[in-house]
């Protein structure tokens, strides 16, 4: 169902979670699901993956992992300061020492000033550490831009969890 090398990357994150003992959880809104999709793709995940929530409103952004809706109604739900909030909610929501976040504006229709389709925020928040975020406007398509995110998002806390202390 997903692109072999999209695959390959969460085998490759997971591998690398499983070896530091980091446990997992995603908060997607533009990706709708295809962070976790791609993890639980792989078998033996779920002693990873604690869980994900799709939070595809704002009132689900702020409900299921604690967004401020302040923040929401200021900066707007596509915005570095929401999905560093979305990723942290997700891991202290799910009890996982990293969460995963995407937020952003696959298209065709949702553009604003400022906020083009393709622009999407990445959020990885692992405990003890502030929340890194990452702005990217992918080209293409509603396909394409929601790929893109996963790999990206994938990629990401893979260069986190790198980091991170074994």
Same mark, same amino acid.
């Given at each position: 169902?997903? $692109?072999?090398?999209?695959l390959t990357q969460a085998a #490759?994150? %997971?591998? !690398? %979670?499983?070896? =530091? #003992?980091?446990?997992?959880?995603?908060?997607?809104?533009?990706?709708?699901? %295809?962070?976790? /999709?791609? *993890?639980?793709? +792989?078998?033996?995940?779920?002693?990873? %993956?604690?869980?994900?929530?799709?939070?595809?409103?704002?009132?689900?952004? @702020?409900?299921? *992992?604690?967004?401020?809706?302040? *923040?929401?109604?200021?900066?707007?739900? *596509?915005?570095?300061e929401v999905a560093a909030a979305?990723?942290?909610?997700? /891991?202290?929501?799910?009890? @996982?020492?990293?969460? +995963?976040?995407?937020?952003? +504006?696959?298209?065709?229709? #949702?553009?604003? $000033? #400022?906020? $083009?389709?393709? !622009?999407?925020?990445?959020?990885?928040?692992? /405990?003890?550490?502030? @929340? =890194?975020?990452? =702005?990217?406007?992918?080209?293409?398509?509603?396909?394409?831009? =929601?790929?893109?995110?996963? /790999?990206?998002?994938?990629?990401?806390?893979?260069?986190?969890?790198?980091?991170?202390?074994?």
């Open positions: 169902m997903l $692109p072999q090398e999209t #490759g994150l %997971l591998d !690398l %979670l499983q070896a =530091r #003992g980091i446990t997992l959880a995603t908060a997607e809104s533009c990706t709708g699901g %295809l962070v976790a /999709a791609a *993890v639980t793709a +792989i078998p033996g995940s779920s002693a990873t %993956l604690l869980g994900g929530f799709v939070t595809y409103s704002n009132a689900a952004k @702020a409900k299921s *992992v604690g967004v401020d809706p302040a *923040v929401i109604g200021r900066l707007g739900a *596509v915005s570095a979305m990723a942290e909610g997700a /891991a202290r929501e799910s009890g @996982a020492a990293m969460g +995963i976040s995407t937020t952003g +504006i696959a298209g065709p229709g #949702g553009a604003t $000033p #400022g906020k $083009p389709v393709g !622009l999407v925020f990445i959020g990885v928040a692992l /405990a003890g550490q502030p @929340a =890194r975020t990452e =702005r990217h406007v992918f080209p293409g398509g509603r396909d394409a831009v =929601r790929a893109a995110t996963v /790999a990206a998002a994938l990629r990401m806390a893979a260069a986190v969890a790198a980091g991170a202390e074994g």
